[in-house]
């Protein structure tokens, strides 16, 4: 999920340093399975995807997932600070008798697209055109194709979901289960509170990011926009002593403004769970980890079990971050600090669960 706004302010302004960290879950080649990269054409949008196919070996039609990474440009092993989640995901299902389809985002890596100009609901439809492709495999068995998403990925799967009748199950990993507002907003309270900020701080920050919140939920207007996030981004700026020993204040403005207003993230502010709950039919396992500081897994879990009632497994797990890998500081950096990827136990129950759903492979 993308990182609020005062977060993304900070770490862009003043950087970070990523420690070299082994990946001992990282599968190396020759795999034990058949591994295909393939492209698939999302017609609608003129967007060719490039991605892997990964089935056990041996013939017959095989249970699919497509996984679906989560915000801004990610690569098919949805790559962050050197981890490489999907690829191990991937792996694991596929070891255990389960196709995975994994794709770079449009505009990323080898595959077409404006990553830039395109939001949440135009990444639906390129979930949608690897659904159709998938289909016509004749290795994948069409009525047991089903979705991953993590994180953002977790919302645009709520799209696909909605709108494919046929889909045979739905995997939501640190989903948001509530609006982005909440999501974000929530998100910004942790983040404070995990920095040490102080209460009167806190108060202020709070207030900063919910008038922001407010001003692209309310105002459809670009122009209007625009000028509306320029004055709150100049009185945030003059709140923050550190932001001015940082970036100069035109700077600031201009930038941060424009990644408030890219397609993407204010469709993603916008979004709302439940205009696609009573529309998504299709067993779901929605898994958030409770040291999650981007998607509080206490609030978002509550939205998921209260929007699907009875459609829906609800899992939150113990001392995990929003990488499901086992944290100490638990902060965002840390993410590339830890040698682990993705806890094993997270994907036995995965592999459990979409097992259960689609029964005995053909």
């Known amino acids: 999920m993308r990182l609020t706004?005062?977060?993304?302010?900070?770490?862009?302004?003043?950087g970070s340093i990523r420690a070299q960290v082994q990946h001992p879950q990282e599968p190396k080649p020759p795999f034990d399975y058949v591994s295909e990269d393939v492209k698939f054409v999302n017609g609608i949008d003129n967007v060719t995807l490039a991605g892997t196919f990964t089935r056990p070996k041996g013939s017959g039609k095989y249970p699919t997932v497509i996984l679906i990474s989560g915000s801004g440009p990610q690569n098919r092993n949805s790559e962050l600070m050197g981890q490489k989640p999907f690829l191990v995901i991937a792996d694991h299902l596929t070891k255990n008798g389960i196709a995975v389809l994994r794709y770079d985002d449009r505009g990323t890596?080898?595959?077409?697209?404006?990553?830039?100009?395109?939001?949440?609901?135009?990444?639906?439809r390129d979930v949608r055109a690897a659904f159709s492709?998938?289909?016509?495999?004749?290795?994948?068995?069409p009525k047991k194709i089903?979705?991953?998403?993590?994180?953002?990925?977790?919302?645009?799967?709520?799209i696909v979901a909605a709108e494919e009748p046929t889909l045979a199950f739905f995997v939501s990993l640190a989903g948001p289960g509530v609006d982005g507002a909440t999501v974000i907003m929530s998100q910004a309270e942790a983040l404070n509170r995990q920095m040490g900020v102080n209460d009167s701080v806190l108060t202020i920050n709070l207030g900063l990011q919910r008038k922001l919140m407010n001003a692209l939920v309310e105002?459809?207007?670009?122009?209007?926009l625009k000028a509306r996030l320029g004055k709150l981004l100049q009185e945030t700026y003059e709140s923050k002593p550190e932001l001015k020993l940082a970036v100069k204040e035109n700077i600031f403005i201009e930038k941060t403004r424009d990644a408030l207003m890219s397609p993407e993230y204010v469709s993603l502010i916008?979004?709302?769970?439940?205009?696609?709950?009573?529309?998504?039919?299709?067993?779901?396992?929605?898994?958030?980890?409770?040291?999650?500081?981007?998607?509080?897994?206490?609030i978002n879990l509550k939205g998921w079990k209260e929007g699907l009632k009875n459609n829906v497994t609800i899992s939150e797990k113990d001392g995990l971050n929003h990488l499901f890998q086992h944290c100490k500081?638990?902060?965002?950096?840390?993410?590339?600090?830890?040698?682990?990827?993705?806890s094993p136990a997270v994907l036995d129950e995965i592999?459990?669960?979409?097992?259960?759903?689609?029964g005995p492979r053909k």
């Open 5 to 14: 706004a005062f977060f993304l302010i900070l770490s862009a302004f003043t």
């Open 109 to 124: 890596a080898e595959s077409t697209g404006n990553m830039a100009k395109a939001d949440v609901s135009d990444f639906a």
């Open 133 to 141: 492709y998938l289909k016509k495999r004749n290795d994948v068995d």
């Open 146 to 158: 089903g979705i991953m998403g993590h994180s953002e990925g977790g919302m645009i799967g709520q």
């Open 219 to 224: 105002e459809h207007n670009p122009d209007m």
């Open 270 to 298: 916008r979004h709302d769970p439940k205009k696609y709950f009573p529309r998504i039919k299709c067993p779901v396992l929605a898994i958030n980890g409770n040291k999650d500081v981007q998607v509080i897994s206490s």
């Open 329 to 342: 500081t638990c902060t965002v950096p840390e993410y590339g600090q830890l040698s682990e990827t993705i």
């Open 351 to 358: 592999t459990a669960w979409i097992k259960q759903k689609t």
